[in-house]
Protein backbone atom coordinates (compact mmCIF):
# COMPACT_ATOMS: atom_id res chain seq x y z
CA UNK A 1 0.00 0.00 0.00
CA UNK A 2 2.51 2.17 1.21
CA UNK A 3 6.21 1.72 1.04
CA UNK A 4 9.06 4.27 2.57
CA UNK A 5 12.25 4.09 0.06
CA UNK A 6 15.16 4.66 1.60
CA UNK A 7 18.82 5.99 0.46
CA UNK A 8 22.44 6.64 1.60
CA UNK A 9 23.18 4.67 4.28
CA UNK A 10 27.15 3.78 3.95
CA UNK A 11 30.56 3.45 5.87
CA UNK A 12 32.22 6.49 6.86
CA UNK A 13 35.69 7.56 9.28
CA UNK A 14 34.82 9.12 12.76
CA UNK A 15 34.07 12.89 11.50
CA UNK A 16 32.33 12.62 8.49
CA UNK A 17 29.01 13.27 6.56
CA UNK A 18 26.28 11.23 5.20
CA UNK A 19 23.04 11.99 3.85
CA UNK A 20 19.71 9.93 4.25
CA UNK A 21 17.17 10.05 1.83
CA UNK A 22 13.03 8.34 2.21
CA UNK A 23 10.51 9.11 0.03
CA UNK A 24 6.84 8.01 0.66
CA UNK A 25 5.16 5.55 -2.65
CA UNK A 26 2.00 4.00 -2.81
CA UNK A 27 -2.03 4.90 -2.14
CA UNK A 28 -2.39 7.42 0.87
CA UNK A 29 -4.52 10.00 1.34
CA UNK A 30 -1.69 12.66 3.91
CA UNK A 31 1.54 12.60 4.94
CA UNK A 32 1.93 13.74 8.42
CA UNK A 33 5.24 13.45 10.35
CA UNK A 34 7.68 11.85 9.07
CA UNK A 35 11.26 11.03 11.04
CA UNK A 36 14.20 8.72 11.32
CA UNK A 37 14.77 6.33 14.21
CA UNK A 38 17.80 3.96 14.46
CA UNK A 39 18.68 0.76 16.26
CA UNK A 40 21.93 -0.44 17.03
CA UNK A 41 22.95 -3.98 18.00
CA UNK A 42 21.90 -4.89 21.16
CA UNK A 43 19.80 -1.40 21.82
CA UNK A 44 15.93 -1.02 21.54
CA UNK A 45 15.19 1.37 17.86
CA UNK A 46 15.37 4.80 19.39
CA UNK A 47 13.93 8.61 17.67
CA UNK A 48 16.75 10.16 15.74
CA UNK A 49 14.90 13.15 14.44
CA UNK A 50 11.55 13.76 13.24
CA UNK A 51 9.92 17.11 11.58
CA UNK A 52 6.40 18.01 11.56
CA UNK A 53 4.57 18.40 8.12
CA UNK A 54 4.84 21.87 8.52
CA UNK A 55 8.48 21.80 9.14
CA UNK A 56 9.04 21.91 12.58
CA UNK A 57 11.76 19.79 13.69
CA UNK A 58 12.87 17.46 16.83
CA UNK A 59 15.70 15.79 17.71
CA UNK A 60 16.93 13.43 19.89
CA UNK A 61 19.75 15.19 22.58
CA UNK A 62 22.92 13.47 21.02
CA UNK A 63 22.05 14.41 17.53
CA UNK A 64 21.45 17.90 18.35
CA UNK A 65 24.04 20.25 16.86
CA UNK A 66 25.50 17.20 14.36
CA UNK A 67 22.62 16.19 12.52
CA UNK A 68 19.80 18.19 10.57
CA UNK A 69 16.53 16.56 9.47
CA UNK A 70 14.56 18.23 6.46
CA UNK A 71 11.56 17.26 4.12
CA UNK A 72 10.08 18.15 0.99
CA UNK A 73 6.24 17.64 1.19
CA UNK A 74 5.52 17.84 -2.74
CA UNK A 75 7.81 14.57 -3.27
CA UNK A 76 7.00 12.99 -0.03
CA UNK A 77 10.54 12.82 1.62
CA UNK A 78 12.28 13.66 3.88
CA UNK A 79 16.50 13.95 4.54
CA UNK A 80 18.38 13.43 7.31
CA UNK A 81 22.04 15.20 6.96
CA UNK A 82 24.78 13.85 9.10
CA UNK A 83 27.46 15.69 10.07
CA UNK A 84 30.84 15.25 12.39
CA UNK A 85 29.44 11.36 12.98
CA UNK A 86 31.01 9.41 15.69
CA UNK A 87 31.11 5.74 16.24
CA UNK A 88 28.06 5.53 18.83
CA UNK A 89 25.78 6.77 15.89
CA UNK A 90 26.46 3.10 14.06
CA UNK A 91 23.11 1.43 13.96
CA UNK A 92 20.56 0.45 11.29
CA UNK A 93 18.89 4.14 10.31
CA UNK A 94 14.74 3.47 9.43
CA UNK A 95 12.48 6.19 7.78
CA UNK A 96 9.09 6.51 9.44
CA UNK A 97 5.81 8.33 8.50
CA UNK A 98 2.66 8.77 9.93
CA UNK A 99 -0.95 9.84 8.04
CA UNK A 100 -3.56 8.64 6.23
CA UNK A 101 -4.76 6.34 3.87
CA UNK A 102 -7.66 4.63 2.49
CA UNK A 103 -8.12 0.92 1.51
CA UNK A 104 -9.48 -0.05 -1.50
CA UNK A 105 -13.08 -1.21 -1.39
CA UNK A 106 -13.70 1.45 2.16
CA UNK A 107 -14.94 4.37 2.76
CA UNK A 108 -13.00 6.50 5.09
CA UNK A 109 -9.38 6.88 5.64
CA UNK A 110 -7.78 5.32 8.62
CA UNK A 111 -4.32 6.11 10.33
CA UNK A 112 -1.35 4.74 9.32
CA UNK A 113 2.33 4.29 10.87
CA UNK A 114 4.90 3.50 8.51
CA UNK A 115 8.42 1.96 8.23
CA UNK A 116 11.17 1.54 5.88
CA UNK A 117 13.79 -1.23 5.72
CA UNK A 118 16.57 0.07 7.40
CA UNK A 119 19.81 1.32 6.15
CA UNK A 120 23.05 0.64 7.65
CA UNK A 121 25.27 3.49 8.68
CA UNK A 122 28.83 2.53 10.35
CA UNK A 123 31.17 4.98 11.86
CA UNK A 124 34.77 3.60 12.15
CA UNK A 125 36.87 5.36 14.45
Known amino acids: QVQLLESGGGSVQFGGSLTLSCAAA????????MGWYRQAPGKQRELVAD???????NYANPVKGRFTISRDNAKNSVFLQMNNLKPEDTAVYYC???????????????????WGQGTQVTVSS
Open 51 to 57: ITKSGTP
Open 26 to 33: GRFTIINN
Open 96 to 114: NADGYARVLGSTQDDWYDW
